[in-house]
């Protein structure tokens, strides 16, 4: 039976269609202004309202009545789903797939325990997976396996929507914007972490290549580089300096954007690698 998989727009999925899947936007709040991620909101559109607003959007959850008809519609067509959703730790849209999924044995829900990058590099798994053609309780059962595989590093550019977010405190950033501090922070048990920071966007950079290669690249699997409003100069950078790592292995890098659900916490100027390491 034919796999239909089924995401949520934290993914930051917006430039890769594929047929067999389904990517429903969580909404973005600023103000009273409500928008749908991905839908009425893109990324570029985003980074300049977060820029000029004063406190940080909330975003909302992907509502189980929109996964009920997301479900409807791929069994009224014959195929099975496999859900893969945003870090259940960061977000109630895992329990919403939960919820709709009640009595439905034809559909698997994944929580990826990631996001942005790290949960789109899941779902590219679960798409390769269900073009060989794998039942979807088979799909599901392997990205479970493999989920903890998945490294998201991201560099950002400024503390200052840490700060508003309440993840330091007021000293630190201004401390931390005074001295030149870029943070590396990853997504641990579902939720961001701070992994290391350096001093100086070159060594920063540096960091970042060093700890990719601590954990090597799994080349057989997906992998994607991506960067917020603003960062487009630093990913060149980035790219070049850790040419090492990817040249004569592939062709060419993914490369995609960063949007609202992970945008909110790291700013402009970030950038991110998220890939399947060869180790666990």
Same mark, same amino acid.
């Given at each position: 039976?034919?796999?239909?998989?089924?995401?949520?727009?934290?993914?930051?999925?917006?430039?890769?269609?594929?047929?067999?899947?389904?990517?429903?936007?969580?909404?973005?709040?600023?103000?009273?202004?409500?928008?749908?991620?991905?839908?009425?909101?893109?990324?570029?559109? /985003?980074?300049?309202?977060?820029?000029?607003?004063?406190?940080?959007? +909330?975003?909302? $959850?992907?509502? #189980?009545?929109?996964? $009920?008809?997301?479900?409807?519609?791929?069994?009224?067509?014959?195929?099975?789903?496999?859900?893969?959703? &945003?870090?259940?730790?960061?977000?109630?849209?895992?329990?919403? $797939? =939960? !919820?709709?999924?009640?009595?439905?044995?034809?559909?698997?829900?994944?929580? +990826?325990?990631?996001? =942005?990058i790290g949960?789109?590099?899941?779902?590219?798994?679960? &798409?390769?997976?269900?073009?060989?053609? &794998?039942?979807?309780?088979?799909?599901?059962?392997?990205?479970?396996?493999?989920?903890?595989?998945?490294?998201?590093?991201?560099?950002?550019?400024?503390?200052?929507?840490?700060?508003?977010?309440?993840?330091?405190?007021?000293?630190?950033?201004?401390?931390?914007?005074? &001295? +030149?501090?870029? #943070?590396?922070?990853?997504?641990?048990?579902?939720?961001?972490?701070?992994?290391?920071?350096?001093?100086?966007?070159?060594?920063?950079?540096?960091?970042?290549?060093?700890?990719?290669?601590?954990?090597?690249?799994? /080349?057989?699997?997906? /992998?994607s580089l991506? =960067?917020?409003?603003?960062?487009?100069?630093?990913?060149?950078?980035?790219?070049?300096? +850790?040419?090492?790592?990817?040249?004569?292995?592939?062709?060419?890098?993914? !490369?995609?954007?960063v949007g609202?659900?992970?945008?909110?916490?790291?700013? #402009?100027?970030?950038?991110?690698?998220?890939?399947?390491?060869?180790? $666990?």
């Amino acid at each position: 039976m034919p796999v239909r998989i089924i995401t949520d727009s934290a993914s930051d999925i917006v430039d890769f269609p594929n047929p067999s899947l389904t990517v429903l936007p969580l909404t973005v709040a600023f103000g009273n202004t409500v928008y749908h991620d991905g839908v009425d909101l893109t990324h570029e559109r /985003f980074f300049e309202l977060l820029v000029e607003s004063d406190t940080l959007p +909330s975003t909302g $959850a992907v509502s #189980p009545g929109a996964f $009920a008809e997301a479900y409807d519609a791929a069994t009224a067509v014959g195929e099975d789903v496999v859900v893969v959703t &945003l870090s259940s730790k960061v977000s109630a849209t895992w329990q919403s $797939a =939960c !919820i709709a999924a009640e009595g439905r044995p034809n559909v698997h829900v994944v929580d +990826s325990l990631n996001s =942005c990058i790290g949960q789109r590099v899941l779902v590219e798994y679960a &798409l390769m997976l269900a073009e060989r053609g &794998l039942p979807a309780a088979e799909v599901a059962s392997r990205l479970e396996a493999a989920r903890s595989r998945v490294r998201m590093l991201g560099l950002l550019d400024t503390l200052e929507y840490l700060r508003r977010g309440g993840r330091i405190g007021s000293a630190a950033a201004a401390a931390g914007m005074l &001295l +030149s501090i870029k #943070p590396v922070v990853t997504m641990t048990d579902g939720s961001i972490q701070l992994l290391g920071k350096a001093r100086g966007s070159k060594n920063a950079r540096n960091l970042l290549v060093q700890l990719v290669d601590e954990h090597p690249i799994d /080349f057989a699997m997906p /992998f994607s580089l991506a =960067c917020t409003a603003g960062g487009e100069a630093m990913l060149r950078k980035y790219v070049r300096d +850790s040419r090492d790592l990817w040249e004569g292995i592939v062709d060419a890098l993914p !490369i995609t954007t960063v949007g609202a659900t992970i945008g909110t916490h790291v700013g #402009p100027g970030a950038i991110a690698v998220a890939y399947f390491s060869k180790d $666990a």
